[in-house]
């Protein structure tokens, strides 16, 4: 299984970016998607999850309303579109698949199988 990120940058305060993380290899039929973030010297922290067969969603508390967490079944796709994004939300960002979503997976990096490379995402003040 690999899984490649994209769509990572530089936006201001307040501004929105979209990450895409495309999934390939043997993938098991209900597989989900993690997004996590990791800033310099803080531990990697989980931002959401989907499971892609059947959209259900998790987020994280603080990106609720700001974080919006697709997926394309045909593709092997899924996206991570954030919005309203604040200095103290840069980090690498990383997508992970792994075979459930909710209250207990999405912050856990243990319970999450594979990983993308991660995509930089700054917010400048």
């Known amino acids: 299984v690999q899984l490649v990120e994209s769509g990572g940058g530089l936006v201001q305060t307040g501004g929105s970016l979209k990450l895409s993380c495309r999934a390939s290899g043997f993938l098991d039929p209900d597989y989900s998607i993690g997004w996590f973030r990791q800033a310099p010297g803080k531990k990697r922290e989980g931002v959401g999850c989907?499971?892609?067969?059947?959209?259900?969603?998790y987020y994280r508390s603080s990106v609720k309303g700001r974080f919006t967490i697709s997926g394309d079944n045909a593709k092997n796709t899924a996206y991570l579109q954030m919005y309203s994004l604040k200095p103290e939300e840069t980090a690498v960002y990383y997508c992970a698949l792994g075979s459930g979503c909710g209250s207990i997976w999405y912050d856990d990096p243990k319970v999450w199988d594979y990983w993308g490379q991660g995509t930089q995402v700054t917010v400048s003040s």
């Open positions: 989907i499971t892609i067969t059947t959209g259900r969603t």
